[in-house]
């Protein structure tokens, strides 16, 4: 399974959250997808699994583009 079809299986846009480097997607066997900021790890000031979309982030750093 690609990014972009996980991306795609989300049931809202999410944002900002498609430009970060912190999203962790994952799809259930039960063929939901959920994403996760991995960022909130470690800074208590973000949600672990942020309402989407997600439209402002203290946290945002835009991943690098290949």
Known sequence: MT?????DGLAVRPG????????????????????RCTR???DERIPR?????VAE????ERRARP
Not at 3 to 7: K, Q
Not at 16 to 35: A, I, Q
Not at 49 to 53: D, I, R, S, T
Request: glycine residues 10%.
């Open 3 to 7: 990014d972009v079809d996980l991306w």
């Open 16 to 35: 900002l959250c498609r430009e970060c480097r912190h999203p962790s997607l994952n799809r259930t066997r039960h063929g939901v997808t959920y994403m």
């Open 40 to 42: 909130a790890g470690w």
């Open 49 to 53: 699994y942020p309402g989407l979309p």
């Open 57 to 60: 982030c203290v946290g945002f």
